[in-house]
């Protein structure tokens, strides 16, 4: 029989007085704490330490402890949660902190600097990116530390996928379909919320659908794109959406009729979020790529058009040079606006 063991005094630390715990004490924090770099340095500390008896006779422990630390880190790194949470613990009403946008981020905890941040601008308004992608697509920064500070910017909390993973009791409850367009995935349930992992904040329509089917509120959680896709491929492939779609159990208004042989095929099954956003960046850049090669084969062609026909003794023939220099702006203008039209 396991050795009876208090993980919170012999893991964490934590004298027997100190109970009930409030999250900064299971942290190991200063009462109110406000930074959330801080508070996620403490978070992945106490995380490493834990997982060291996550297996053997105590791993069961060890995954209750790695919960509530991971519940107390996302309740903390969350500014409205925290607010409340901070409430209850007596904290009086405080004046509300200047949030920072993700470029002030960015270079102030010195992730990236000046040079990196003016490239990354470059890209993003080149082609159409927020500047987080812009920064990951040139991998100006680590994906983990770009989302961090972007759910900063946003005042939302940020997880890490690998450290408490997707809830295998949850994931059932969630359409391939609606996964897989809003790239979301459910993590936990925390204080009667459903916690759903995702690159970005997920939509109120999106929200209500969840809450809808699991009854009981959403809430969104960052995570990286990477993190995202590979539990797209573990837990909503394409082809559990492409069932789902021929079933007509995508959607809760999606009730196919029994006995009618006239039912059109399914669709193919949707591409994630990423999958969409790559597929439009691909896209654009064949696009205004094809325009610029069409500008510039063209205008060679309108060069070497007089020379040609005056060697065939056909003079130097201004009219066919104006006519290749007209179309060379034509089909780049094509490309560049069909570049444009992809970018919307």
């Known amino acids: 029989m396991a050795k009876q063991i208090d993980p919170y005094r012999d893991w964490l630390s934590i004298p027997d007085a100190d109970r009930p715990l409030n999250h900064y004490q299971l942290l190991r924090l200063n009462k109110f704490e406000d930074d959330p770099a801080r508070i996620r340095l403490h978070y992945r500390k106490m995380n490493a330490h834990v997982r060291k008896f996550a297996t053997g006779d105590y791993a069961q422990q060890s995954q209750e402890v790695l919960n509530e630390l991971a519940k107390a880190m996302l309740c903390l790194t969350d500014t409205r949660r925290k607010g409340e949470y901070d409430a209850s613990l007596g904290r009086e009403e405080t004046s509300k902190r200047r949030k920072h946008t993700l470029e002030e981020i960015l270079v102030g905890r010195k992730i990236i600097d000046m040079p990196q941040l003016e490239k990354a601008r470059n890209l993003a308004k080149a082609i159409g990116l927020e500047i987080r992608d812009a920064v990951m697509q ?6 983990d530390a770009v989302m961090q500070a972007y759910a900063e910017s946003l005042g939302l909390p940020y997880l890490d996928l690998g450290d408490v993973g997707v809830s295998e009791a949850l994931a059932p409850n969630v359409p391939a379909v609606l996964a897989r367009q809003h790239s979301c995935v459910p993590v936990m349930v925390d204080n009667g919320q459903l916690l759903m992992a995702s690159p970005n904040p997920l939509i109120p329509e999106v929200e209500e659908e969840l809450r809808l089917r699991i009854g009981m509120p959403v809430r969104t959680v960052l995570c990286t794109p990477s993190d995202i896709n590979a539990a797209m491929a573990k837990y909503y492939p394409r ?32 591409l994630s ?13 064949i696009a205004i790529v094809a325009g610029n090669f069409a500008f510039i084969g063209t205008v060679l062609f309108g060069f070497l058009a007089p020379k ?6 056909l003079g130097t023939n201004m009219k066919l040079y104006g006519a290749a220099l007209m179309l060379a702006v034509v089909m780049a203008g094509v490309g560049w606006v069909a570049g444009g039209f992809v970018k919307r």
Do not use: H, I, W, Y
């Open 273 to 285: 979020a990423e999958e969409r956003a790559e597929q439009k960046k691909r896209q654009q850049f």
């Open 138 to 143: 040139q991998k100006l920064a680590a994906p």
């Open 239 to 270: 082809e559990v959406a492409a069932a789902q779609m021929a079933a007509g159990t995508a959607s809760p208004a999606a009730a196919p009729a029994a006995g009618n042989a006239n039912q059109p095929a399914a669709a193919a099954p949707p």
């Open 308 to 313: 040609m026909a005056k060697s065939f003794g």
